[in-house]
């Protein structure tokens, strides 16, 4: 390390107090550097603490942000193997003389069990997506299985016919509902 005390050299022409005069003034200027170098220095650390300290906070946020996405997703799959259990479900419903012929308490339990079953795939962010008759076909939701001729300009590419259901999960396509559109040929 470099040594910056000040040495005082005596000169016998010189009046001591001016000796000591120059000295304090050398002293001060060697100080006031010194000063610089520690401001500049305080400054560097203080930036690189902050910096350090704001990307942490960031990480932090990023984490939370992939933790919350995650569990979003996370039971993507059990849901997956649910949804053709909603959709038997369904199509027993569907056959109404089969289904009026169960006894009526039975049929009040499986609804019941049914519905409790959707709200919680619904409070778990699966969403139902049957389209309506007549509306347009979205290339984001919908998936084409064939066409039906119209006759209305107006249904050309409109939803005519739902043959099977779609669903999302948060936002997230996990099937796009089957559907036929209208086709108009002149």
């Known amino acids: 390390m470099k040594d910056d005390r000040i040495k005082i050299e005596s000169d016998e022409n010189l009046d001591d107090s001016v000796i000591a005069e120059e000295n304090a003034a050398e002293t001060i200027k060697k100080l006031r550097e010194k000063l610089k170098v520690c401001e500049t220095e305080k400054q560097e650390y203080l930036t690189g603490w902050q910096r350090a300290k ?14 919350i996405e995650f569990s979003k997703f996370a039971n993507e799959q059990l849901i997956h193997e649910i949804i053709p259990v909603l959709e038997h479900y369904e199509t027993a419903k569907s056959h109404k003389d089969s289904w009026e012929k169960v006894d009526k ?22 969403k139902e997506i049957d389209p309506a008759i007549g509306s347009g ?16 300009k107006k ?32």
């Open 155 to 186: 249904l050309d590419h409109c939803v005519m016919e739902v043959a099977q259901k779609g669903y999302s999960l948060n936002g997230k396509l996990l099937r796009p509902a089957k559907v036929k559109v209208g086709e108009f040929n002149l």
């Open 105 to 126: 308490n039975w049929r009040v339990g499986v609804e019941s069990i049914f519905n409790q079953l959707k709200k919680a795939l619904g409070e778990a962010g699966l």
């Open 54 to 67: 704001a990307d942490l906070v960031n990480a932090r946020k990023r984490d939370e942000a992939d933790r």
């Open 137 to 152: 076909f979205d290339h984001g939701e919908h998936e084409s299985v064939g066409s039906i001729p119209v006759d209305d």
